[in-house]
Structures are given as C-alpha cells and as structure tokens.
C-alpha cells in the first residue's frame, strides 16, 4: 500500500521586467543542471512556458506545472522578481511552496548581469506576508545554482509533509482509556491542518474483525508473520487471530478511506481489547508502522499524527514511545559514563508494548504482554513484539494541541545507545543532550502528553520547518537547548 506521498516540484523562474529575462532563463537551467548532477531529475520539473513577468504569465505557468502532475512550487528569482506576480503565483498554487533567489556570479559582470534577487526575495517576503500567503524559505535562501539546488533537495521532505497532512484521515477507535487523559486533545486543530478524522467504537471494530472470521486470506498472512519473526516466534498459535485482526483494519482503511490519500489510525488496545478479541494488537501495529500507516497506542490521536508527519519527512518506520523510566546508576556507571559524552540526565529509556516495527530493533520476539498479564489471563496477552531499539540516530519529536485548542510542538535529536536494556517490551536506552532540562523545562512545563513520536534519524531540521508551515508559532516550538541558553522558566541560581 503506498501511504506516503510521492512530491514533484515545479521549479518556476520569475523576472522583473526592467531586468534582463536572461537572467532568470539561464540561472533556471544552471540550477536544473546542477540539481540534475547531483539528485538527478525525478523529482523536479523545469516549467519551461515563461519566465514569470505578469499575470498572465503566471496563469500560463501554472496551468503548465499542474499538467505536469506537480503537487509542490518552487517560486526561483532570477533577478529582482515581480513582487506582485510571484506572489499570486503562490497564492494560487494548491501545494506547499518554497521561495529561493539567485545570488550573483562574478565580479566582472555587475552590471548588465546583476540581478539583484537578494534585493528581491525582500520584497517577496514582504508580499507574502500581506496576501496571508504560506511559503517556506530556507534559512539562507540566496545562493549559486548548486546551493540552490540543495536548498530545492531538502525542500521535499517538508513538500511531503504538508501533501500529506492535505491528504489524510486518521481512524480511531473507542475513548482513551481510563487514566491515559493524558493523550487527550482537542480535535479542532486537525480540521484546521487539513486532516480529517473517523472516531469509531471498539464495538464497531469488534464487529469487522469478527466477520473476518475464516477469511481465505488468513493463511498467507500468517506465513507473512512467521517469515518476519522466524525464531522470535514464540506464541506461533496467536498468529491466525493476529491475522484475522490485521486483514480487518487493511480492509477497514479501504472502506473508510473516502476521498482522501493517506490514512494513519489512533487504536485501542486495554483494557477490554484483550478479553473480547483473544490478544493484544502490538505485533500487527508494529506491521501497519511498517508499511507506512502509522498507528498509534491507547487513542493518541496527536501521537498518530505526529507519526504520520515523521514517516513523510524521514520516508521510513517510526515509532510512538512512553518517555518511560531513568537509566539504573550501575546502567550508566558500567555501560554509558566514560564510553558516550552523556551525562547521567542526558539518558533515558524509551518504551512501549509492542508496538515498534521489527525493522527497527535489533531483535525481536512475539509473545505475552508482562504488565497487562499482572491482572489478565496470560492467554489473553499474547501478541507483542519485545526487543531491543537498534543503536543510531533518532529525532524525539511530537506535534500536539493544548486542552484550550493551540498547537504546539517539540523537537529533539539523539541518539538510541548500544547498550542492553536487560527489559522487556520495545525498549532503548536513550541519550539526548540536555535531556534533563529539556524534560523539566519543555515536557514537563508545557505539559506534554508522555507518549513521543521518534523517528530514526536525524530530521529536526525538516521537521522545524514542517512545524512553522502548518502554523506552531515559534515561541512554542521547543528544542533540547544547549547548555548556557536558559529556558523562560529556568532557575539562574539552580
């Protein structure tokens, strides 16, 4: 199933009429080149009808890159820029939208071949601003045809992001359980990113899953299943319902999908899945993750769509996370202290049931679910994936809205350690910078949910920009400060 979204940029240059056209038709085709060298060509289309000095010009490019199946623009000032075209040019455009501008080429040619974008993306700016018009612009957005051409590559993980929260519906089923308020939130701001959402009833779930009862499909599922766990197969007699269950919410996302492209699910798994349905969903979870539908554990809606925004950025598994316990002092002393330029409350282990994709552990074994068996039958638990993260980057990340209905989100890069978590469950030892004061004076102090969303990899940078275009205003948009930059709400004589 292809979940995640596919982007084609539309690279359209703009020209002031009082400049030279040249400018912008010969900067265009130095940057196609060079993003062609590097990246190759796939991704990007060169809109070759004009260069954008009107308003007729910019109906014609944009009739053009729409026929060319592009779903995401790139606004490239040549020169100077039309400052009013160019933004209507945006405005009009249904996708995200980057702007970037040519910087100038030689000391010898700064006359007739000036072309003053650095001059330009000013005014652009400013335009945008005053039309209410969303665009990303990079950091450093004036450059040469190859720094252009980066700025372009790293602009399609944020692209997808925003095609995709355009395009997706989040399922869920039943109320969050009892004590987990905490994953709670307001579903206004969904609607207000352009994410639609399906709350259903476990009663509605049970139901489906009981006419898959006997579904001739069940047997090529369970091989599936075997040949993904192969030794870690320790409750091989769960597999069939495990199937059954996995084989209803494939179908359910084809039934209930509508109109729209992408679908992530908020599910339920306690306290009463395990009684009526016979197991727990953990390993078929983890399977869904796997193949890019996201799914998220005890109805955590904003978990799922942070998921969701972190499989579009990173184009990979990821995963949803309890920011669990602290790492034991003899942990640390013999594993850590010495061995990883971590402090003691830089770490911490991250966990959850079951839930993790196989791909992303570096071992894995189905079987019982150890704290729902402390009041359960054993038999009724069986289903989660156990195994320790696999060592390597990773970006602890969530997006949320706050009980009275405002975004806000977090970013943090890490690191999941080579050390044995000698635990259960999908578990690592993680060590972020700064973690101690980041956990008091972000997660604690802004009152986030205890479930993160991770994905493997270092994608802050994306995922801050992504965070911005959807509209998380920038004083609450948190990261993992360094040392020596204090928080708001930071003691100066702790």
Known sequence: ????????????????????????????????????EKYGSGEVYECPVCIVESEI????????????????????????????SETLLAKHFDGPVMFIAAAEESRKDLVGGRGDAYCG???????????????????????????????????????????????????????RPLNFLACNAPIKQLYNLGVEIEENSELDLFEAFNRHEGDERIPAKVKEMEEELGQGNLKPQILPKLAQYELTLLDWIEEHRGYRKYVAIAGKCWPAFQTQFGFVPCFVNSRLTGMGIPVSCEVDIYGCLSEFIGACVSQDAVTLLDINNSVPDDMYEESIKGKFDYTHQDTFMGFHCGNTCSRKLSFCNMKYQMIMARTLPEEVTQGTLEGDIAPGDI????????????????????????????????????????????????????NYPHHGAVAFGHFGKALYEVFKYVGVPVEDLNFNQPRGMMYPTENPFA
């Open 1 to 36: 199933m292809n979940n995640l979204p596919q982007v084609k940029v539309g690279v359209v240059a703009v020209s002031r009429d009082c400049f030279p056209e040249s400018l912008s038709v010969n900067r265009r085709k130095a940057l196609m080149a060079a993003y062609t």
């Open 57 to 84: 010009h910019m109906v014609q490019a944009l009739e053009d890159i729409k026929n060319a199946g592009c779903n995401a623009l790139c606004v490239y000032l040549g020169n100077f820029g039309p400052e009013i």
């Open 121 to 175: 993306m000013l005014n652009a700016s400013y335009n945008l601003k005053l039309r209410n018009v969303k665009a990303y612009i990079p950091e450093y957005p004036v450059g040469t045809a190859a720094e252009c051409a980066d700025m372009l590559h790293e602009f399609l993980p944020i692209a997808r992001a925003i095609i995709g929260l355009a395009g997706l519906k989040i399922i869920s089923f039943g109320p």
């Open 395 to 446: 970006t602890f990340y969530r997006l949320q809205s706050t009980a009275d209905n405002k975004l806000r989100a977090y970013i943090a890069q890490g690191e999941v350690l080579p050390v044995a978590t000698e635990s259960f469950g999908s578990i690592g030892v993680f060590a972020i910078p700064e973690m101690g004061r980041f956990y008091r004076h972000v997660l604690i102090e802004k």
